[in-house]
Nanobody, 119 residues
Framework: QVQLVESGGGLVQPGGSLRLSCAAS????????MGWYRQAPGKQRELVAT???????NYAEFVKGRFTISRDNANNTVYLQMNSLKPEDTAVYYC?????????????WGQGTQVTVSS
């Protein structure tokens, strides 16, 4: 059974840090583009960061220099280190796995983890 399980969310003060984890099961992340997305109340889901199987990363402008995505293929886990958090970073953060091969796309989502930045 394919599953992505996020953890590490919570309440943090502005300027603080959190590390999100996404544990995958039922497939190997090593051949997938892994990503983090977020959705704030009343807003559309948006891309935060992605990392390719080769380790190349891409970030939304609003998190550049503050967030870092990484992957541990051996443990089938992806991370998002979030520093210098701002109230506008408050959202549900979702993990995503995406791969297209031989004309077939596999795309998986986790259930999300809440991040709240507030004093």
């Amino acid at each position: 059974q394919v599953q992505l399980v996020e953890s590490g969310g919570g309440l943090v003060q502005p300027g603080g840090s959190l590390r999100l984890s996404c544990a995958a099961s039922g497939f190997r992340i090593s051949i997938y583009v892994m990503g983090w997305y977020r959705q704030a109340p009343g807003k559309q889901r948006e891309l935060v960061a992605t990392i390719t199987p080769g380790g190349s990363s891409n970030y939304a402008e609003f998190v550049k220099g503050r967030f870092t995505i990484s992957r541990d293929n051996a443990n089938n886990t992806v991370y998002l280190q979030m520093n210098s958090l701002k109230p506008e970073d408050t959202a549900v953060y979702y993990c995503n796995a995406d791969r297209t091969a031989w004309g077939r796309r596999n795309n998986y989502w986790g259930q999300g983890t809440q991040v709240t930045v507030s004093s």
